[in-house]
């Protein structure tokens, strides 16, 4: 057996579930693994293309994002050697005829529709990290693939832990045949949860269960009960916009992140990954311990670090790294301290990925993008806070986000236990923390939708009944159907209960003899009118709410570094003065120091009424030398400034409707009825049910429009645009046209409006950098909402922006009228920087373009949107119609691909 010899080779002997995976595999059997973070589920998929070697044939490991492909390609060529293994990510291509190519999940996909020859002697597939199939952006490719292989091919998914994993592989065998479906638990290293409350750590559950430590909780209530009352009335944040805490007090102080890690240095838990779920949030830690004199490396490491920054960087030009900030991050490496996110260039981040692999930091402070699959686990996690910004507003992390954050810790060979370390700060209730991370439901849930490229595909590859039948055979349409059975459960229970309450109800009323001839009508017309009425006073209260918090951002975003301001309270306004200037402008967080002395940060939903600005104070270098009393002193001479009183953002006024609401209760004849108060539950209860039958209805009519029917409708308007033809007029006879073989090659978000744009010779005509700018219409997407006037580097470049536009808004109402998912507004935020960079021009010349155009970019940012512009703009160079577009866009290509966009993947 090749098992006996693979095991043989491994630092540690396979654990239960990693050897019934792998004897599954040599059995020629799908599987689907589903184990914590950390538990060594990528040995199974490293047994998968040991075996296809040694039998002869071919094994494709496929990963979400390139990161982690870059990382496994090395770790298997580290074992099989560089002539065997191959890598495919759209920015690389290496030995791309090897028998083992690592890829990303959108290669695989493009092979597909492709019918690739490289699929000959193809025996298995790794999916790593399948849970990604519920991703909603890009979860679609998972499901496409797991459809679109041969049934021969066996399928490895490694997935997180779900709690439907049954229902996965059930789907799973379904569609690919014989599944086996591993779960476990088991964590190698086992992991601590710890709550670190001021400065002691206490173990968050009480030993070898899963109940509150009752020290802590005892701890935490001593605490909340010392607290002053003199503080402004600020609001904790909630994802509930109707429930207010208790506000934090002037003596609580959080702590600093350098007093963190001594914390954790002094009780042997680094190095350690501190999770911030903001980029400035992490450069904002580095930069506090960069300013304080903690050193965690020895002089040894120092020099380590040092040749590692150093022949990683040879190729960055001078003034990039400038532009870059790379003396400070130089400095901050070498002292054992580094940030890890999205944001960064990507050179610098996987510097700080080798460092750490290495043992040479202490301390990362990461956003969640590091628990990716990116191999990089620390002997502690720290979480400072349990909510993130999901770009919509804040909200509490899933049980499934927090296991899978929490899996970073403990690293297996080296580390006995792993800690999760979870910071404790007023507005956090530890029992809440302790569900958190007791509980084990997260499910995985199909994001699998039709989309144009994808319907052009599938129509050109197996024809139309056949595509049908596989849209019908995903896991969306496996999950809506399961559901549908219950929905319709549902139904008929409500509509029976529904039945029995108005029965009862109609005798009740009957036996009081009310002044009516259809009273139980007109009863539940009452009732219904109440309920009108309190849905529009919750509706109007959430609108005042998010109508304070636009007030309190408008504040927020403009103060400067030294104004006053006052600050509500319960009996009259407090001073303040501005010590750190806000971060983004559509989520500021203001630094300040208050006439009681506190200091610390606020942000907007801290606030119940807007702050107002009344004055300005020279700080000179008090903020900065952290000398607060001699700020609070110097607060004293603005005194005259303080208002007597500060206007909320708001009214309490009634709307219109719920005023007309108001007056049909209270005008209402079954108002004046007797002695049918007692009633009134019951009249409750039935128009619940029935608003609860209503959206079941919805639910069930939802589900019955089938992804086959999408499929239909979305061939309908590729049928009127001519990417598609029905054969003799039969809509049940569609194929492909010359136009829709275009639209198979395009895969980008706004598939059909770039090949409406190449159709219609919109962008014909363009020099390279113009055509660079134009074609980031339809791959940049800002991180803040913003629909500005597009600016162009030339005339030529601005009529080809408006027209893309003007041809999004015919597409966008075809899409309304045939009932689809509308393509995304092209975004203009990023063309002049492309341009500029295209043109030449260096990287703080083009960042400054960015930001002209209201773009939010950081180094990283920058070098991800560009590499995304020469993807499409290759696709562009396929498909474009005329000769000089094609030049264009090669040649764009080629100007791009300089400097800081050159440099690593």
């Known amino acids: 057996m090749h098992l006996d010899e693979f095991a043989a080779h491994l630092k540690f002997p396979l654990d239960e579930f990693q050897h019934q995976a792998c004897q599954a595999v040599e059995n020629d059997h799908g599987v689907l693994v589903c184990a914590p973070t950390g538990a060594g589920k990528t040995i199974i998929g490293e047994f998968a293309v040991s075996l296809a070697l040694s039998r002869g044939t071919k094994c494709f490991y496929t990963t979400p994002i390139k990161a982690l492909s870059n990382q496994k390609y090395h770790d298997l060529v580290a074992a099989h050697g560089p002539e065997t293994i191959g890598l495919l990510t759209g920015d690389t291509t290496i030995n791309h005829n090897a028998d083992i190519l690592v890829m990303t999940t959108e290669v695989l996909r493009n092979m597909i529709y492709a019918q690739s020859p490289t699929f000959d002697r193809l025996t298995h597939v790794v999916m790593d990290e399948i849970h990604y199939l519920s991703d909603k952006t890009r979860g679609s490719v998972w499901e496409e693939i797991i459809l679109g292989l041969h049934d021969s091919i066996k399928i490895i998914g490694l997935s997180a832990t779900v709690s439907n994993s049954e229902e996965f592989g059930h789907w799973l065998t379904t569609v690919r045949g014989n599944t086996d479906i591993i779960v476990t638990d088991h964590r190698p290293v086992p992991l601590n949860q710890w709550m670190l409350v001021s400065t002691t750590l206490h173990p968050l559950f009480e030993p070898n269960t899963t109940t509150l430590n009752h020290q802590l909780a005892s701890h935490i209530n001593k605490l909340e009960h010392t607290y002053q009352d003199n503080h402004p009335t600020f609001r904790t944040r909630s994802t509930n916009p109707n429930h207010t805490t208790q506000p934090p007090k002037p003596n609580y102080r959080p702590l600093g992140r350098p007093e963190v890690t001594t914390i954790l240095a002094a009780n042997n838990m680094l190095p350690a990954i501190t999770f911030i779920f903001s980029r400035i949030g992490c ?66 981040r996987h510097i700080v990925e080798e460092l750490f692999v290495n043992g040479l930091l202490k301390v990362v402070f990461a956003t969640e993008t590091l628990a990716l699959g990116i191999n990089m686990p620390a002997r502690t996690v720290i979480l400072e806070k349990l909510v993130k910004f999901d770009g919509e507003g804040h909200v509490d992390l899933t049980p499934g986000q927090y296991t899978q954050l929490t899996g970073r810790a403990g690293r297996r060979g ?33 994001t699998f939708t039709p989309g144009y490229n994808m319907s052009v595909n599938l129509l050109k590859t197996m024809g139309f009944t056949a595509a049908h039948h596989l849209l019908e055979m995903s896991f969306a349409q496996f999950q809506a159907n399961k559901s549908i059975v219950g929905h319709a459960h549902q139904v008929e229970k409500a509509e029976q209960r529904v039945q029995e309450l108005e029965q009862q109800l109609e005798e009740e009323l009957a036996a009081r003899q009310v002044p009516s001839e259809q009273p139980l009508a007109e009863f539940l017309e009452y009732m219904q009118l109440q309920r009108d009425l309190s849905l529009e006073e919750r509706n109007a209260k959430k609108l005042r709410i998010r109508q304070r918090r636009e007030a309190v951002t408008a504040v927020l975003s403009k103060v400067r570094v030294g104004d006053v301001l006052a600050l509500s309270t319960k009996k009259r306004p407090v001073l303040a003065v501005v010590v750190k200037a806000p971060g983004r402008p559509a989520d500021p967080r203001v630094g300040i120091i208050m006439e009681s002395g506190w200091r610390g940060t606020v942000e907007v939903d801290d606030f119940a009424v807007p702050p107002k600005v009344v004055s300005h104070m020279r700080l000179g270098g008090y903020h900065k030398a952290m000398d607060t009393k001699q700020v609070v002193k110097n607060l004293k001479k603005y005194a005259h400034s303080r208002p007597k009183k500060l206007r909320a953002a708001t009214t309490d006024k009634l709307t219109k409707k719920a005023l007309a609401l108001h007056a049909a209760v209270r005008g209402h004849p079954v108002r004046y009825w007797q002695q049918v108060d007692d009633l009134t539950q019951i009249g409750h209860d039935i128009i619940r049910v029935r608003t609860e039958v209503d959206k079941l209805h919805a639910t069930v009519d939802a589900s019955v429009d089938t992804l086959g029917k999408e499929f239909d409708r979305i061939l309908g308007l590729l049928a009127e645009l001519d990417y598609v033809e029905y054969v003799d007029g039969d809509r049940n006879n569609p ?8 639209l198979a090659l395009i895969h980008n978000e706004c598939d059909l409006l770039v090949a409406q744009c190449l159709r219609r010779g919109i962008w014909d005509g363009l020099d390279p950098a113009e055509l660079a700018g134009v074609v980031s219409l339809c791959t940049f997407e800002n991180r803040r909402e913003t629909r500005g006037e597009p600016i162009g580097a030339t005339d030529a470049m601005a009529d080809a922006m408006d027209n893309t536009i003007r041809l999004w808004e015919e597409l966008h109402s075809d899409e309304r009228r045939h009932q689809l998912p509308e393509t995304r507004y092209p975004d203009s935020g990023f063309a002049l920087a492309i341009h500029q960079w295209a043109a030449g021009a260096p990287l703080g010349y083009c960042m400054a373009a960015a930001a002209e155009c209201g773009a939010e970019l950081t180094p990283g940012d920058f070098v991800r949107q560009a590499r995304q512009v020469v993807d499409l703009l290759e696709q562009v160079r396929k498909t474009g119609y005329h000769e000089d577009t094609i030049w264009a866009a090669r040649h764009a290509v080629d100007a791009i691909r300089r400097g800081v966009v050159a440099i690593g993947a």
């Open 414 to 446: 080296i580390d006995v236990l792993g800690n999760a370390v979870v910071q404790w700060s007023p507005a956090m209730d530890p029992q809440q923390v302790a569900n958190l991370a007791s509980t084990r439901t997260y499910p995985l849930v199909s």
């Open 735 to 742: 194929r492909v046209s010359e136009e829709g073989e275009r």
């Open 283 to 348: 450069d904002s830690a580095l930069a506090q311990c960069l300013r304080s004199r903690i050193n965690l490396t020895t002089p040894e490491e120092t020099n380590r670090i040092k040749h590692i920054i150093d022949t990683n960087i040879t190729t960055i030009p001078e003034e990039d790294l400038k532009v870059l900030g790379y003396r400070n991050w130089r400095t901050a490496l070498t002292r054992g301290f580094a940030a890890h996110h999205a944001g960064m260039l990507p050179a610098f």
